[in-house]
């Protein structure tokens, strides 16, 4: 048995970028995203809500775990921290994380990756698979709240569904909201940043809403009470813990809410607000019944998304995927896989390995920082 694992760092996501592109990455993960929802099997598969630590200090932050087993098509479980004070503080994203992938049949690490900018593209891909059955199709005019890194992917993936002739955007920082155009550059949509005074023109203006701001538990709405377009679909990304709330009640009561994941979402979504008979379809039964919900289109809707580990697992899959096609990644053996199963100290006995887990004297550090024979660079002419 191979007792390797592929580890697929940010240079290897760097050169996933590069050779296939944003815009084509971003569509074949929503397609795969959609299908992955169409077949959803719950007799199959075990994705259970998330759950993890909260801590206040030194920084306020969560540590979650959000396991998906699919039977013989896989398991996966994505660590993802949640840092809201990073991009100021440490200029770092708030969302970091890594996915695993697991051999089904032993446990046995497969893959381990960068979740950090897999996150970001596979909440845009959600947004876009849920707005596809719930907004109407002639949208053009894209409003946005909270400017950071879910915001790029956001009007990344809705504009690969959505034929978006403007953006509108708000942030409560307006440096962030300044340099959003530049962000979004590679889109064709033009962008204006408003001002909280202009807050009530982008919601009166919007075919479609994003809400994807870091608001803090207990401070949230977002934005006041507000009538917006008969037709206006939201899809609120920030709600994703309890007491964290971006939307007014009042907004939610009048729109068909629809949750990603329900059990999740009663506990961190939007649909915090609401009775559980307000609550409306999951996110799977709107799009494995897309033609029925299609009447909801002209009239008020929300994806209350709080991020589903079944969407962890298309974009590990899909990344590990191309990695094998492309010759990306390394293979590390990081697991203590010992020549005796019942012989933990049996490891010294392999000479390979022996001699992998030997200090390494300076010499013998390559410039790429890792000890020789311990790592196995795919594609060196990266
Ligand atoms: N639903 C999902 O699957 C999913 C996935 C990832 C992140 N999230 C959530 O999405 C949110 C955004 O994540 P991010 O990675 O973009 O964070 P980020 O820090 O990059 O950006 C958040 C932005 O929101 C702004 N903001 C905070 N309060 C605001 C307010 N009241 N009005 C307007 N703007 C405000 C901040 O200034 C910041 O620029 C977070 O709450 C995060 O937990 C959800």
Not at 276 to 292: E, F, K
Request: proline content about 7%; charged content about 20%; overall charge negative.
């Amino acid at each position: 048995m191979d007792d390797r694992s592929l580890l697929i760092d940010a240079s290897d996501i760097r050169t996933l970028l590069r050779r296939i592109g944003p815009d084509a990455l971003m569509d074949d993960l929503t397609t795969r995203l959609e299908r992955a929802i169409r077949q959803y099997d719950p007799a199959t598969a075990q994705v259970p809500a998330r759950t993890g630590l909260q801590y206040e200090s030194p920084e306020w932050g969560l540590l979650e775990w959000m396991p998906a087993h699919f039977g013989e098509q896989g398991t996966t479980s994505k660590l993802v921290a949640y840092h809201p004070a990073n991009p100021v503080g440490y200029g770092m994203p708030s969302i970091v994380s890594t996915i695993s992938m697991f051999d089904t049949r032993s446990g046995h690490l497969l893959a381990l990756m960068d979740g950090t900018l897999l996150t970001a593209m596979r909440t845009g891909a959600a947004s876009a698979v849920a707005s596809r059955v719930l907004a109407l199709p002639e949208s053009r005019t894209l409003g946005v709240i909270g400017c950071g890194t879910q915001a790029v992917t956001q009007v990344h993936g809705l504009s690969r569904v959505f034929e978006i002739g403007k953006v509108i955007v708000y942030d409560v920082r307006d440096e962030v909201a300044a340099t959003f155009a530049e962000r979004t550059a590679f889109l064709d949509s033009p962008v204006t940043s408003v001002g909280r005074n202009s807050l009530g023109d982008l919601l009166a203006r919007a075919d479609i809403l994003c809400t994807c701001t870091s608001v803090a538990p207990g401070a949230g709405p977002v934005c006041p009470e507000f009538e917006g377009k008969p037709h206006l679909h939201v899809n609120a990304v920030g709600s994703d813990f309890p007491g964290k709330l971006e939307l007014p009640a009042a907004v939610l009561r009048r729109s068909l809410v629809c949750p990603d994941f329900r059990e999740q979402a009663i506990v961190e979504g939007e649909c915090q607000q609401l009775e559980q008979a307000a609550i409306g379809p999951d996110l799977v039964t709107l799009v494995q019944n897309a033609d029925s919900y299609a009447r909801s289109r002209s009239s008020p809707t929300v994806f209350d998304s709080t991020g589903w580990a079944l969407e962890d697992h298309v974009v590990a899959v899909m990344v590990f995927e191309y990695a094998r096609e492309l010759g990306l990644g390394r293979s590390i053996t990081l697991e203590c896989l010992p020549a005796d199963p019942l012989d933990p100290y049996s490891l010294l006995a392999s000479p390979a390995l022996a001699a992998a887990l030997r200090p390494a004297s300076a010499s013998e550090i390559t410039s790429a920082g890792s000890p020789r024979g311990t790592t196995e660079r795919s594609d060196p002419a990266r």
